[in-house]
């Protein structure tokens, strides 16, 4: 067995200062704002009869420790200008990563040519002035760290060593990882919007190897890892905690087994359970609607979950992963519910799939901004008991989702309950039914929600699946 790894300090090659946390400009803000303005000024100059230009730029840094040694510090900045002009219905985009006044002009010159040779689309241009935002809200999202690079070093190496502590049967890492980033968006369009905000993003991971007494390599062994993610630094709680919450994970599924081919109920514990409302979201995305390539199609104002089951958006969630005062149209985004009482109450709809359907924007373009599925009452032990006999799933492997059909078969791997309590691991397992009916045989939602990344939900139980074993 492996011995646990040695302590070892930054040296002074490795110990070396973190850039400015926007390293392309002094003043961000100001920089993205002015590069997005001479953007539109240079369109509309050139005859453009609509323009629309955005900027993100980001910088920061990952440092990652494997068995207590510093492995690798990197230094990370990236910046883009993006520009599409309209000439009527004819639409051309172009980018560049240069914001000196000559690369934005070859940029804009670049999309008119585009749009020269392309074919008309009549829905094609920007959002009714009235749809843009008019005072977007402050939320709290610009939160740097003032810890030092030597500092988020011993930060990841405590998770590490936490996972190793944690039990002699965790005997290798795959590593600890710390990323800090901070990040600039600015929009702007020929309405005369133009608006720009800050956030920051801290991001904890471990990843550990367990392995059963006395086996040998590449047998018996299993990993698992565990991460933690927030705007403020203080959202990623005590870094040992993440170190032994990857052990645990590691350690659940040593000695897994397969199992004979079954109906069964199923527990999707709350890390994956994300994944079920994720469906269901690329399901209700404006590009799918319009395309016709969406199991939901014509589903507004129809059941889609039980009665009692609802699903909120909120953009405005203050200090939230998701939370964005505009949308990529510049459209205010504004809370609503997604799913109320069970009824899809509305679609996700950027200002062009909103034309395409006759249907007004929702404030998503570029995605949704924080989801929220409502919570039950049950914490997972509970769950556990009211699932009784049948599967606890906790690893979704593969992709096996027909968007269309809603057909769903996904490899999967968890723990096995009979009694109301947890018996064995199991994996090499075949999850199979159709989303739509899955949906609507759920059974309860946890009160275990997750909250490390713009889905936040608890545990999902539903009432009955196939599963394929060996």
């Known amino acids: ?101 000559e690369e934005i002009a070859a940029a804009v010159d670049q999309a008119l040519e585009i749009a020269r040779h392309t074919g008309e689309d009549p829905y094609a241009g920007l959002l009714s002035p009235e749809d843009l935002a008019a005072s977007p809200p402050g939320l709290d999202l610009d939160h740097p760290a003032a810890l030092t690079l030597e500092e988020d070093v011993e930060e990841a190496r405590a998770a590490e060593a936490a996972a190793f502590a944690a039990d002699p049967r965790i005997v290798n890492s795959e590593g600890a990882q710390l990323r800090r980033n901070r990040g600039v968006l600015a929009y702007g369009n020929s309405h005369g919007f133009l608006d720009t905000y800050v956030g920051t993003r801290h991001t904890l991971s471990c990843t550990v190897v367990a392995a059963t ?12 890892y565990w991460d933690r993610a927030g705007r403020r630094p203080e959202d990623l709680g005590v870094p040992a905690e993440c170190g032994r919450e990857a052990a645990r994970r590691a350690l659940r599924r040593l000695g897994g087994r397969s199992l004979p081919s079954r109906r069964a109920p199923v527990l999707f514990e709350a890390p994956v359970a994300g994944g079920l409302i994720g469906h269901l979201l690329a399901a209700i995305d404006g590009g799918a609607l319009y395309r016709r390539a969406s199991f939901l199609l014509d589903a507004l104002g129809q059941p889609v979950l039980p009665v009692g089951c609802w699903i909120r958006e909120a953009p405005h969630l203050p200090a939230g992963l998701g939370s964005a005062p505009f949308d990529g149209d510049g459209a205010a985004t504004r809370a609503k519910d997604l799913v109320a009482d069970g009824v899809l109450t509305s679609y996700l709809l950027d200002g062009y799939a909103a034309r395409r359907l006759g249907l007004a924007t929702t404030g998503n373009a570029g995605g949704y901004h924080n989801v929220l599925v409502e919570p039950g009452p049950l914490a997972l032990p509970a769950l556990i008991r009211l699932l009784h006999c049948g599967l606890l799933v906790t690893e979704v492997l593969g992709f096996g989702v027909n968007p269309i059909t809603g057909d769903y078969s996904r490899g999967v791997s968890g723990l096995w309950v009979e009694g109301g309590g947890i018996q064995y691991p199991v994996e090499e397992i075949t999850l199979a039914g159709n989303l739509k009916d899955m949906y609507r045989r759920i059974v309860a939602i946890g009160a275990d929600v997750d909250r490390r990344g713009t889905l936040h939900t608890g545990s999902i139980l539903i009432e009955e699946m196939t599963l394929a074993g060996h």
């Open 213 to 224: 007494p006395g086996a040998g390599t590449g047998t018996g062994m299993q990993r698992d």
């Open 1 to 101: 067995m492996a011995s646990p790894p040695r302590p070892a300090a930054v040296t002074p090659d490795s110990a070396v200062a973190a850039p400015s946390a926007l390293a392309y400009a002094a003043d961000p803000l100001t920089a993205a704002r002015t590069a997005v303005a001479a953007a539109l000024a240079r369109a509309q100059a050139q005859g453009a009869s609509q323009a629309e230009a955005s900027v993100h730029a980001s910088s920061g840094h990952t440092v990652q420790v494997r068995r207590g040694e510093l492995e690798r510090i990197e230094h990370h900045t990236s910046l883009r200008l993006s520009i599409t002009v309209y000439r009527g219905g004819r639409k051309g985009s172009a980018s560049t990563s240069d914001t000196r006044p």
